[in-house]
T-cell receptor, first 117, second 114 residues
């Protein structure tokens, strides 16, 4: 079974600084996707960034980028120029890339990020 | 606007009183799913549906039922709720096509069972 591990329950960053959130996963599959979701106090699940396992290039979305190390099964999220609105819980998630099968997302436990003004 | 809606958003109930949480999507998605979120556990899948009349268990199905009579609706039924079902519940949907990466989440339903 696939597992996703986020070992840091909480992190804090100074506004305008850079922070990296860690995630590791375990799978024997070769075709899969990885995601980072943001959950602000409103509880809405917001997709931050996604990475296809077959792509070697790391995904980037504005201030958010990932460091995808496939061999090490590591998928960290870097937030640059942190803003107060980045304060939230962040979940790392994994999904198999099989068409027609259960598109279940397997989530890590989440990490609470606080941003200091 | 493309969206997944859930009702109610908040619910406090008592042990044993049957309840239904509704989920509806307006994107003609084949795949729908229910998750529960608990502190320190992340989100875990309860049930999923690949299409109308096709449902199956996820990782934590005990105490829950679902149905999929229409493509847009996927209600979650708790026939005899217990306090350990106090949780935050999310419905999600996506097209079956693998080229679409994203699952669309509803706003969540906070359920408290006393």
């Amino acid at each position: 079974a696939q597992t996703v591990t986020q070992s840091q329950p909480e992190m804090s960053v100074q506004e305008a600084e850079t922070v990296t959130l860690s995630c590791t996963y375990d799978t024997s599959e070769s075709d899969y996707y990885l995601f980072w979701y943001k959950q602000p106090p409103s509880r809405q699940m917001i997709l931050v960034i996604r990475q296809e396992a077959y792509k070697q290039q790391n995904a980037t979305e504005n201030r958010f980028s990932v460091n995808f190390q496939k061999a090490a099964k590591s998928f960290s999220l870097k937030i640059s120029d942190s803003q107060l609105g980045d304060a939230a819980m962040y979940f790392c998630a994994y999904r198999l890339g099989i068409t027609g099968a259960n598109s279940k997302l397997t989530f890590g436990k989440g990490i609470t990020l606080s941003v200091r003004p | 606007e493309a969206q997944v809606t859930q009702n109610p958003r908040y619910l406090i109930t008592v042990t044993g009183k049957k309840l239904t949480v509704t989920c509806s999507q307006n994107m003609n998605h084949e795949y729908m799913s229910w998750y529960r979120q608990d502190p320190g556990l992340g989100l875990r899948q309860i049930y999923y549906s690949m299409n109308v009349e096709v449902t199956d268990k996820g990782d934590v199905p005990e105490g829950y039922k679902v149905s999929r009579k229409e493509k847009r609706n996927f209600p979650l039924i708790l026939e005899s709720p217990s306090p350990n079902q106090t949780s935050l519940y999310f419905c999600a949907s996506r097209p079956r096509d693998r080229s679409t990466y994203e699952q669309y989440f509803g706003p969540g339903t906070r359920l408290t069972v006393t």
